[in-house]
């Protein structure tokens, strides 16, 4: 029986190609090894299920690591990973990519 969560739900309703489109734009990739722009957006995702810190955040996907690769991540990010992806990735690709969804997502009834 197949484990389908709610946070996979919503994660399947991304636009992936759009989401690419936009880093290879912002150039976000580039010198990044280990963990990819969009590791770092379903990181961020975890803020819906109430995570305080990047602990709560590393620890949430760590207990889900046989998921991970449904949601297109290799392993579930460490709290210095998470804080240093924070500081140095551009906040603009995030944004954008905002905008695409509430177009995308917003024309859906």
Known sequence: ?????????????????????????YKTEKHQKG???????VSMFCQFANSQSVRDIGN???S???NLNH????KAPSKSTL?????NR????FRDY???LLKSLGQQR
Not at 71 to 74: D, P, Q, S, V
Not at 83 to 87: D, L, V
Request: with cysteine.
């Open 35 to 41: 963990f990819d722009s969009w590791s770092h957006l």
């Open 83 to 87: 804080s240093y992806q924070n500081k």
């Open 1 to 25: 029986m197949v484990n389908v969560t709610l946070f996979s739900q919503i994660i399947g309703k991304l636009d992936c190609s759009s989401f690419k489109k936009l880093v290879a734009s």
């Open 90 to 93: 551009s906040w603009e690709l």
């Open 98 to 100: 905002y905008y695409v």
């Open 64 to 66: 889900a690591s046989g």
């Open 60 to 62: 949430g996907l760590r």
């Open 71 to 74: 949601l297109g991540m290799l």
